[in-house]
């Protein structure tokens, strides 16, 4: 008979537990339903009992045997004396990583089976994959831990084969569906099904460590893996979120490729303000904003001659609404993230290898899973008009005499820093003793880009223009005429 392993034990207790759970969700259901016999429930009742204590008595020897296998990796060649349960649980997870490293299969599975980081039901079999939860100090000069922020708004979650409804309410008639909700939200679930399914596509992600560090401290070598794999998973996670292009395969990861309704303005504030304005109530109410932090300072600097105070400002106290910065959204995403979801198989694999020219350690995360925007009416994207973000005027001769023309010439938000061929309005002004003053037909070109000063009236007399688009007006320097 074969030695029943720690591995066997967790896989029991899985089993156990989902028939538990689906005996206790029937008898919920049945309990209220008169045309079910009290009989019928009653030895339901009994199925469920007769499982809880099965499940009992296997947590009881399963709980011992984790602990004897800890306690044996801590004392292995007297090293474990006196070491906290922090401290084994390193050592545990170096011996695994090295394990990985040289290939070492049956040292990898009696280290990963002694650790106790894979929690009942999960279909980790030794894999990896549920170690990389777990954070370390590290004594090491890394490279900068990467995040993914959409982590702070949206669920990650790790379930085989999910699906979800795409609204997580019901109602009775289809023909009220439009009163429930908005009817672009209405006729995007009439034209799509209602259960998101998460598809399983695959993930490699690769980093490389010394061999100084893998025949180093156990804390090194866990900090620098861990953090190393987490890092290119967010990146990852970030690069399919926020693609501009992507093989039909992946598109529909990504917030720009799924056909999410624009709304522009002027600036990205504007834009955001409108984005949030259009989101219809059911979303609105949980919105928040996910917005590269440059977008935003950019903002705050084009607005500082005349809001100084949004320096210091928190943007969710200019905004209304929660922000969230990623350097990948180069067009604001605003909405319910509950309606996005990142979601991972259970199971994953990591390999390594070893270059012998340079010594190096590859490690090779090898993860399944989806990333999938269940409602797209749920968000908006703010874009941004082209707005004019700057002016400057310069005189016909460097002395910037009087009787000589001023030209005016404004700076678009476009990439190749072209202007609209319309819509663009000028007003010239002057320092009328201290205030700015506009000009009149007495001016030739006085609401052209090209202003006529007169010769003597003018001399010491300051210029400026104001040049409008968009509903936006900045002001030119000023010239002062000799």
Known sequence: MAKVTLFDLKEKMATLQAQIS????????????????????NTKKQHRDELQSRYDMLKASHDEMEEQQRAAIAMK??????????????????????????????????????????????ADFGSGSNLLPSTLSSELITEPF?????????????????????????????????????????????????????????????????????????????????????????????????????????????FYMVGIKGVTGATVVAAIMAALGDLPDAFRANAKVVMRSADWYTYVQTLSNTAGELFTAKPQDVLGVPVEFNDRATIPVIGDFRFAKQNY???????????????????????WGDHQIKLKSAF????????????????????ALAGEDLTAVGTFNTDDASKPTSGITYLWQY????????????????????????????????FRCKITYGGVSVYTNAITMS
């Open 380 to 399: 908006r994207l703010a874009i941004v008009a082209v707005a004019i973000v700057g002016g400057v005027a310069t005189s016909a001769t460097s002395a």
């Open 77 to 122: 060649d007297g090293s474990g004396g006196g070491m906290t349960e922090k401290d084994v649980l390193v050592k545990t997870k170096a011996s695994f990583y090295r394990g990985v490293a040289f290939g070492d299969k049956e040292g990898v599975k009696k280290t990963y089976t002694g650790l106790g980081a894979i929690p009942a039901g999960s």
């Open 431 to 462: 320092d009328n003793a201290g205030t700015w003053t506009d000009t009149t037909v007495a001016y030739t070109g006085y609401n052209t880009n090209t202003l006529t000063t007169v010769d003597e009236q003018d001399e010491d007399v300051k």
């Open 22 to 41: 689906a005996d206790a969700e029937w008898i919920a259901e049945k309990a209220a339903d008169p045309t079910v016999a009290m009989t019928d429930i």
């Open 345 to 367: 198989e259970p199971a994953a694999v990591l390999d390594s290898d070893k270059d012998v020219e340079t010594g190096m350690y590859k490690y090779v995360l090898t993860t």
């Open 146 to 254: 990467e995040e993914n922020s959409l982590r702070n708004v949206e669920e990650t979650s790790q379930i085989a084969g999910l699906e979800e409804p795409r609204l997580t309410f019901a109602i009775d008639d289809e023909d009220l569906l439009e009163d429930v909700v908005d009817a672009e939200t209405a006729k995007e679930i009439e034209v799509s099904s209602d259960v998101v399914t998460y598809g399983r596509l695959k993930t490699k992600v690769k980093i490389q460590v010394a061999d100084t560090v893998v025949y180093g401290t156990d804390t090194d070598l866990v900090s620098t893996i861990e953090n190393g794999l987490k890092s290119a998973l967010a990146r990852k996670e970030k690069l399919r979120a926020f693609a501009k292009s992507a093989d039909d395969a992946h598109k529909h990861m990504s």
